[in-house]
């Protein structure tokens, strides 16, 4: 279990990280106090589910990153922009396309 723990608490404090986050604007953002995220980071809180689904899906992490530490994700900005998009409409997703499309073509190039 110890193990397990100490996945969440890298994992978080990872993704927090690298988004630019404090603890305190991501307790802030998610509606958790410092003291809960700094546990959670420290390997020593064991989050209910609904808070821990607010954290991932905030940062909008990868949960094989906390089930499955010991796999190497071989392209994270590909799954980072995934996850992303993830979040927009039908609508949004229709008219960024023609944009992808067009920086893809350039990049290719």
């Known amino acids: 279990m110890q193990n397990s723990k100490i996945n969440l608490a890298d994992a978080i404090r990872e993704a927090r990280t690298k988004c630019g986050l404090s603890q305190e604007k991501l307790a802030e953002a998610v509606g958790l ?3 809960a995220i ?17 954290i991932v899906t905030y940062l909008k ?12 994700n071989e392209r ?17 997703a ?3 396309l023609p944009a992808v499309r067009y920086l893809l073509e350039l990049m290719h190039k």
């Open 33 to 35: 106090s410092n003291h």
């Open 38 to 54: 700094i546990k959670i980071e420290s390997g020593e809180g064991n989050p209910k589910f609904e808070n821990l689904y607010k």
């Open 61 to 72: 992490m990868s949960t094989d990153r906390i089930f499955y530490p010991e796999t190497k």
């Open 76 to 92: 994270p900005n590909l799954q980072r922009l995934t996850m992303e998009l993830s979040d927009c409409s039908e609508d949004e």
């Open 94 to 96: 229709e008219r960024l």
